[in-house]
């Protein structure tokens, strides 16, 4: 019932840019706090974005500020990442996933603990000369 498909992951040349999407189904991404989490092998889970329900405000890691943006398409209930000036530290496997009953209007507080409720199974991003 409830899905979430990333796509859009690919191979680039360090600077280069990717756009990924997670397309939800079995409920609504403007009524949910909405995460992208990445993870690397032999490294932990790192938040990487947020979209808050509501106003669509969104919080970044540090690493990623000025490079990546987040955005919201209510009409096809897709989220977006748009990657850009990549490094190869943004090598990772890239997931959304989805709190549907958020406890604030803001991500934040999700994106910290990871407190998500639903997740799709990801998109590889490999950043690489």
């Known amino acids: 019932q409830v899905q979430l498909v990333e796509s859009g992951g690919g191979m680039v040349q360090p600077g280069g840019s990717l756009r990924l999407s997670c397309a939800a189904s079995?409920?609504?991404?403007?009524?949910?706090?909405i995460g992208w989490i990445r993870q690397a092998p032999g490294k932990g889970r790192e938040g990487v974005s947020c979209?808050?329900?509501?106003?669509?405000?969104?919080d970044y890691t540090d690493s990623v500020k000025g490079r990546f943006a987040m955005s919201r398409d209510n009409a096809r209930n897709t989220v977006y990442l748009q990657m850009n000036s990549l490094k190869p530290e943004d090598t990772a496997r890239y997931y959304c996933?989805?709190?549907?009953?958020?406890?604030?209007?803001?991500?934040?507080?999700?994106?910290?603990?990871?407190?998500?409720?639903?997740w799709g199974q990801g998109t590889q991003v490999t950043v690489s000369s």
């Open positions: 079995g409920f609504s991404v403007d009524a949910s706090h």
């Open positions: 996933a989805a709190d549907i009953s958020p406890l604030s209007d803001s991500c934040a507080a999700t994106a910290r603990l990871y407190e998500y409720d639903y």
């Open positions: 979209i808050s329900v509501g106003d669509g405000s969104t």
